[in-house]
């Protein structure tokens, strides 16, 4: 069977070919090259794509066919960068994430101990909160820039609501955690020394071994003039945290979608 082409594979070959070339350029010198700023700033507009699964007790619940969670929604994020050393960075990110879903549902569905039944009108909405802290350490940087690795930790605020137009059920629920993130990432600068065109990736995730895995890839390109820089790029987050046993509760999501950024530095 042909594999569908998954961009956070894509993005972790990007990263291993940075590598050698960074290796093979500007890695010996001393200079910060066009890595020369103490602040950056960027904010991102990310049009963002929906899929996956709910289990809440009982059967699945698919986001597509039985929520009817709208695509192509607008996600905005931003994120401040620190670099306090030549090689060494502190990150912080944000993201709130919503989707929205309206649906009459063809079968019966559950969640959590609620069950709406069929011909019920099902109206669904979900916040997810997520904040990212973490220090990142280039052990290759020059001319064409830098690659390097990052360890972090993450917060996630979800919640949840379900209301049945047939039923009358209202059903809230908020699921808040925290967990460490490791990953790699890079930029790299086409013509060095210069900042006119760049191309930029980053992986990072956690794998919780038979209670899933949370993975998160970027990729772009763009560039800079003077200190003010735009990018247009792919994101995709893939989450899937369940319990183990008979009763398997737990979420498997997908978001992917373009984005399209704007830095700033000083």
Same mark, same amino acid.
């Given at each position: ?7 956070v594979y894509?993005?972790?070959a ?8 960074f290796?093979g350029?500007g890695?010996a ?16 507009? =990310?049009?963002m794509n929906?899929s996956?699964d709910i289990?809440a007790g ?9 929520l009817g969670?709208?695509?192509r929604?607008r996600i905005?994020?931003?994120?401040l960068?620190?670099k306090?050393h ?9 993201t709130?994430?919503?989707?929205h879903?309206?649906n ?5 569905v ?13 109206k669904?909405s ?8 973490g ?10 820039g830098r ?7 993450a917060y ?12 009358g059920?209202n059903k ?7 967990l460490?993130l490791?990953g ?5 600068y086409?013509?060095?020394?210069k ?6 990736g980053?992986v ?5 071994g038979?209670y899933?895995? =949370? ?8 560039g =800079? ?21 008979i ?10 979608g ?6 700033w530095?000083?």
């Amino acid at each position: 069977m042909k594999r569908a082409f998954n961009p956070v594979y894509a993005g972790v070959a990007l990263l291993l070919l940075s590598s050698q070339l960074f290796a093979g350029g500007g890695a010996a010198s001393s200079r910060e090259g066009p890595e020369d700023y103490r602040l950056e700033l960027s904010a991102s507009f =990310w049009r963002m794509n929906t899929s996956g699964d709910i289990h809440a007790g009982g059967d699945a619940m698919n986001l597509v066919s039985d929520l009817g969670v709208a695509q192509r929604q607008r996600i905005y994020d931003g994120r401040l960068v620190l670099k306090f050393h030549r090689k060494q960075r502190f990150v912080l990110e944000g993201t709130p994430i919503s989707i929205h879903g309206l649906n009459t549902v063809n079968r019966t569905v559950t969640y959590f101990g609620d069950q709406f039944s069929v011909s019920d009108t099902l109206k669904s909405s979900a916040q997810m909160n997520y904040i990212y802290g973490g220090f990142h350490h280039d052990w290759v940087s020059g001319s064409m820039g830098r690659f390097g690795s990052s360890i972090g930790a993450a917060y996630l605020g979800l919640a949840g609501t379900f209301q049945g137009e047939k039923s009358g059920i209202n059903k809230a629920n908020s699921t808040p955690f925290g967990l460490p993130l490791a990953g790699l990432d890079f930029r790299l600068y086409l013509v060095p020394n210069k900042r006119w065109i760049a191309l930029e990736g980053a992986v990072r995730g956690l794998p919780v071994g038979n209670y899933g895995h =949370w993975v998160e890839g970027t990729a772009g390109v763009g560039g =800079w003039v003077g200190p003010v820089g735009v990018q247009v790029g792919y994101r995709e987050m893939l989450i899937d945290f369940h319990q183990t046993g008979i009763d398997p509760n737990g979420l498997n999501l997908r978001f992917q979608g373009p984005t399209a950024t704007a830095f700033w530095t000083w």
